[in-house]
T-cell receptor
Framework: RKEVEQDPGPFNVPEGATVAFNCTYS??????FFWYRQDCRKEPKLLMS???SGNEDGRFTAQLNRASQYISLLIRDSKLSDSATYLC????????????FGDGTTLTVKP | SQTIHQWPATLVQPVGSPLSLECTVE??????LYWYRQAAGRGLQLLFY??????ISSEVPQNLSASRPQDRQFILSSKKLLLSDSGFYLC??????????FGPGTRLTVL
């Protein structure tokens, strides 16, 4: 079983749709959690951190459920520019600061 | 603000040739540094990480090595490239528990 698992998709949605991505992690000692966005042939870029209380940044909402070891990302009112691969990332919190990346969920927003 | 540089952006090398990829970070001190590889259509695989000058940890056995001669410099090397070394190589920096930030990457094709 992979340490971080994501639904690979692809998710194909029309503009304006709401889409949700899910991610599960297996290491209960994990300390910090993030969502990254990766455009085709580019480096991953931090989208947002994920907190237990949930956090929102504009059209994006991230949730963490430590008991279920589950992370989610909700995108409201999808834009064409949201088309990308979304990576779920879990950090073990050791001095090495190693992060484990999910394989990503691909989103295509269509007009 | 922090900046991370990687070069070259693209590289085509014959099988059996040596490799040297360089990564430098500006605007932060004593960062953790990481080398990842991403095969086409796949997730990120952590290759090496470093918590300080001269300190290198390898995650997977392979044909590659890494060095950290200065606090903000990280080098990925190989004496003889294999076809399987082709991929997108990403350098990242971060601090424990925190998010990581990626350089623009080097796309390596071994022929």
């Amino acid at each position: 079983r992979k340490e971080v698992e994501q639904d690979p998709g692809p998710f194909n949605v029309p503009e304006g749709a709401t889409v949700a991505f899910n991610c599960t992690y297996s290491n209960s000692a994990s300390q910090s959690f993030f969502w990254y966005r990766q455009d085709c042939r580019k480096e991953p870029k931090l989208l947002m951190s994920v907190y237990s209380s949930g956090n929102e940044d504009g059209r994006f909402t991230a949730q963490l459920n430590r008991a279920s070891q589950y992370i989610s990302l909700l995108i409201r009112d999808s834009k064409l520019s949201d088309s990308a691969t979304y990576l779920c990332v879990v950090n073990r919190g050791t001095n090495a600061g190693k992060s484990t990346f999910g394989d990503g969920t691909t989103l295509t927003v269509k007009p | 603000s922090q900046t991370i540089h990687q070069w070259p952006a693209t590289l085509v090398q014959p099988v059996g040739s040596p490799l040297s990829l360089e990564c430098t970070v500006e605007g932060t001190s004593n960062p953790n540094l990481y080398w990842y590889r991403q095969a086409a259509g796949r997730g990120l695989q952590l290759l090496f990480y470093s918590v300080g000058i001269g300190q290198i940890s390898s995650e997977v056995p392979q044909n590659l090595s890494a060095s950290r001669p200065q606090d903000r410099q990280f080098i990925l090397s190989s004496k003889k490239l294999l076809l399987s070394d082709s991929g997108f190589y990403l350098c990242a920096w971060g601090h424990p528990v925190r998010e990581q930030f990626f350089g623009p990457g080097t796309r390596l094709t071994v022929l």
